[in-house]
């Protein structure tokens, strides 16, 4: 999320959000997101 923020040229990321969710026992899967933004 990092890296892709920075390649967009943006100065931070906000609203991180993490999801979790079971895809078949024994595993699972996580989701994070924000959105980038840049500073005026």
Do not use: C, H, P
Not at 3 to 20: C, E, H, Y
């Amino acid at each position: 999320m990092i890296n892709d923020a920075q390649k967009l040229g943006a100065d931070a990321i906000v609203n991180i959000r993490f999801m979790t969710s079971a895809v078949m026992q024994g595993a699972s899967e996580m989701l994070a997101y924000g959105t980038a933004v840049k500073i005026k």
